[in-house]
């Protein structure tokens, strides 16, 4: 069974920074894309970032490069080091592997970018 658990989120002032981990469970991160993800109330899911070992990384255009995603795959673990952080990044953040169906969703970490 797949499972996600999300951490590191918080409540920062606008600028500030965070690193959230996402650490998985049955799941190869050699096999698979790894993303993040955010929900903010009333707004769907969107895709934040992208890893793969081999493609790399890719980012949506919103970031303005204030993101950086990466993982420890002996670890299990996708990393998202987001700085600069702005208010309309408020949002619950997930992670998940990149394919369809998608793995179950974990419970994801609330991040509120407030002054």
């Known amino acids: 069974q797949v499972q996600f658990v999300e951490s590191g989120g918080g409540l920062v002032q606008p600028g500030g920074s965070l690193n959230l981990s996402c650490t998985a469970s049955?799941?190869?991160?050699?096999?698979?894309?790894m993303a993040w993800y955010r929900q903010a109330p009333g707004i769907e899911r969107e895709w934040v970032a992208t890893?793969?070992?081999?493609?790399?990384?890719n980012y949506a255009e919103f970031i303005e490069g204030r993101f950086t995603i990466s993982s420890d795959i002996a670890k299990s673990t996708v990393y998202l080091q987001m700085n600069n952080l702005k208010y309309d990044d408020t949002a619950v953040y997930y992670c998940?592997?990149?394919?369809?169906?998608?793995?179950?969703w974990g419970q994801g970490t609330q991040v509120t970018v407030s002054s």
């Open positions: 049955g799941i190869s991160f050699r096999a698979n894309t």
């Open positions: 998940n592997a990149v394919r369809v169906p998608r793995f179950p």
């Open positions: 890893i793969n070992r081999i493609a790399g990384t």
